[in-house]
């Protein structure tokens, strides 16, 4: 079952952010309601993808719940700044399904980490001369700007230089 980078973005806003396991388990709830195959390693593409996009943005666990669950695993998975997120058909019933917590992330730690992972994508862009890249990072600055209180007008000039 092939899930768009908006609909994995619907799937952990549903939750307000999931863990990669936490979205992998509910990913294979909605492949078996469907009756569809569940391909983890093309769901680990998706989620690459994903996160390439910015459709989803690893932010520190610790920042939607308490420490000691946080330690399990380190990454929340968010919905980014690219994302429309869409809930893919059946998905409304995981929270009834899956034992995870709602969680709370705030935009602003959200979009720091956002901030911090473009800041790597742009540097990469950048070093490796990659335009296409560098094109659809700038479109990057623009969402995230809009998204978070974060500033991107270094990011635009270094990516405009390519």
Known sequence: MELSGDELAG???LFGGLTRGELGRAVEELAFKRGADHDPAALDDA???ARASYHL???DAAAGESEATAAADADLLVAGPVAFPTLPEGATDLPHILDVPEREVDRETAGEAAHEQLRTDAIAAAREGDSDRAAALLDVCYDLEAWA???TDEFRDRLDDV
């Open 11 to 13: 799937v952990v806003d």
């Open 149 to 151: 209180p974060v500033d």
């Open 57 to 59: 943005v690893a932010v």
């Open 47 to 49: 989620v690459a993808d």
